[in-house]
């Protein structure tokens, strides 16, 4: 079963960028929805954005602010962040839901 690893989280300043990435065990190309979901304290954990072959989709509360993206020649899913705000801290997690497939997570904290 592909195993998924995220990093490039950290503390930033409103209205930073960060990028997260999104690492697998194997071969990402026969996999078609992916995404980024995350959950902040005390919250249900939401998608904030996926990815399949047909396309892209994004919570509206980041659109025009975030992009993903990914590239199976590296096996490696992205999440760039543009325009941080405070309400964007929470833990991210990377998935690959159709094939149970969750990373452990990596923390984003915006600071006002």
């Known amino acids: 079963q592909v195993q998924l690893v995220e990093s490039g989280g950290g503390l930033v300043q409103a209205g930073g960028s960060l990028r997260l990435s999104c690492v697998a065990s194997?071969?990402?190309?026969?996999?078609?929805?992916m995404g980024w979901f995350r959950q902040a304290p005390g919250k249900q954990r939401e998608l904030v954005a996926g990815?399949?072959?047909?396309?892209?989709e994004y919570a509206d509360s980041v659109k025009g602010r975030f992009t993903i993206s990914r590239d199976n020649a590296k096996n490696t899913m992205y999440l760039q962040m543009n325009s941080l705000k405070p309400e964007d801290t929470a833990a991210y997690y990377c998935?690959?839901?159709?094939?149970?497939?969750w990373g452990p997570g990596t923390q984003v904290t915006v600071s006002s």
């Open positions: 990815i399949t072959s047909g396309g892209t």
């Open positions: 998935a690959a839901p159709d094939w149970g497939a």
């Open positions: 194997s071969s990402i190309s026969s996999i078609n929805a």
